[in-house]
């Protein structure tokens, strides 16, 4: 069996297939650095105050949205994606001086962290969302299902690669020097989105009646109503699905991460000791879900089908929820942790991306963006609340809830799944019809 087989790979795709991985690979570096700086700097004031810095986020969101589907519709879209990139990168050497110069013992810095917070929250929604758009736009529905896992490895990739730079270097680097290796990555990811496009263009076969990759990018991505991503979810059953299924999984992931938040605060106190501590977990996922991805999720996407890419990590990690319940313990929390963020990675992560391959190439961008941005912060927000209502009564309380909200999660997986295996499937925006 030689590579190509392996990796399910057809002739002339293994150069397109190295730089898709590698663009991909490099945001999520740029990114995993940022991510424990994030949480360790998020629980600074405490880690009662990730409520509120969940619906800082959520504001932050929806104006970061409504400013760049006015920017989707006044440049082509093939520069859409350096500009957003340009931005963030702007962002972070600000950042960079300022946590370099204000001390941690201020009011000042406790402003900046906050801030710092929020801000890395919504780089990772708009970074990591406009790279996913670029790649269903360039992939047929056929090449994803065979290649978005392998892709997707290169993310986990990225991931060890930042989880690992901030926790074994943590004693010796500073939290400034962390985040200017960040832009670093980011300007990388710059110079390989553009060869990306290159390459799929060698590779696009012409179809009669479909815009050809050259002709849709030297136009505008759309519309400059913000809200015509929302439109278009509401007139289709499969996008109000796909709604649902984010927001029940953003559910089950804040359940989680406020109890771990919880943890954490009460065992570190130092900014780099958490920031190793959450180093250290990411890089346990990062490392599983880079070798599933490789070897297991496109066999899986293959021969079962996309419904058990995102159906069955709901139903597991139901089950961890209820084991949580009666033995309560951080081993047990860390087990269940880390079950669901692999499996996210691994399987639902390539699933739900491959779900957007369907839609036609304008409403990739506009649904795709709103769903991952303001209906991802929005279920963030509004679950961190839940949470905190219902943690006042128990947490045992929190975790049979989370099961139940687990579990609804996977039946709806499933049935999406099932809509996007349909031969007789297509989605058509009203816009292009």
């Not at 000042?108 to 406009?130: E, G, K, M």
Request: glycine share 8%.
């Amino acid at each position: 069996m030689n590579i190509n087989q392996i990796l399910s790979l057809k002739k002339g795709e293994g150069k397109f297939l190295l730089i898709a991985a590698f663009f991909i690979f490099s945001l999520f570096a740029s990114y995993s650095l940022l991510r424990p700086i994030r949480e360790a700097l998020g629980i600074s004031g405490g880690a009662s105050e990730l409520k509120w810095l969940f619906l800082g986020t959520f504001i932050a969101t929806i104006i970061g949205s409504i400013l760049a589907m006015i920017l989707s519709g006044a440049i082509k879209r093939k520069l859409y994606t350096d500009f957003i990139y340009g931005f963030f990168a702007l962002n972070l050497v600000g950042f960079f001086v300022l946590i370099r110069q204000i001390p941690q013992s201020s009011e000042a810095y406790l402003i900046v962290a906050r801030s710092f917070y929020i801000w890395v929250s919504v780089f990772n929604i708009f970074v990591i969302s406009t790279a996913w758009s670029l790649l269903a736009d360039l992939f047929s529905k056929e090449r994803s299902a065979r290649l978005f896992g392998i892709i997707s490895a290169g993310a986990s990739l990225g991931g060890i690669v930042g989880a690992f730079f901030v926790s074994f270097l943590s004693k010796f680097i500073d939290v400034p020097s962390f985040i200017f290796i960040s832009v670093t990555c980011l300007v990388v990811s710059l110079v390989l989105k553009n060869l990306l496009i290159k390459e799929a263009l060698s590779l696009e076969i012409p179809q009669t009646g479909v815009a050809s990759i050259k002709e849709r990018f030297e136009r505008p991505i759309g519309s400059k109503n913000p809200f015509v991503g929302f439109f278009l979810i509401i007139k289709s059953h499969y996008l109000l699905a796909l709604l649902g299924f984010i927001l029940l999984l953003t559910s089950v992931s804040t359940f989680l991460y406020m109890e771990q938040a919880r943890i954490i605060s009460g065992m570190f106190e130092s900014r780099e000791a958490r920031a190793a501590a959450f180093a250290n977990i990411d890089f346990i996922v990062q490392l599983s879900s880079f070798l599933i991805q490789i070897f297991i999720t496109s066999k899986i996407a293959e021969f079962f089908g996309v419904k058990w890419l995102l159906g069955v990590l709901g139903f597991v990690v139901a089950l961890g929820f209820v084991l949580l319940a009666f033995y309560p313990t951080f081993g047990v929390l860390v087990l269940v942790m880390s079950i669901r963020r692999i499996g996210e990675y691994s399987l639902v992560k390539p699933g739900r991306e491959m779900l957007f391959v369907p839609l036609d190439s304008e409403s990739k961008y506009k649904v795709k963006n709103f769903l991952d941005t303001v209906v991802y912060r929005a279920g963030d927000s509004m679950s961190a609340a839940v949470e905190g209502a219902i943690a006042k009564i128990s947490i045992s309380a929190v975790l049979f809830v989370g099961a139940f909200i687990s579990f609804a999660w996977g039946i709806l997986g499933v049935y999406l799944g099932k809509r996007y295996e349909k031969e007789d499937f297509k989605f058509k925006s009203e816009e292009t019809k």
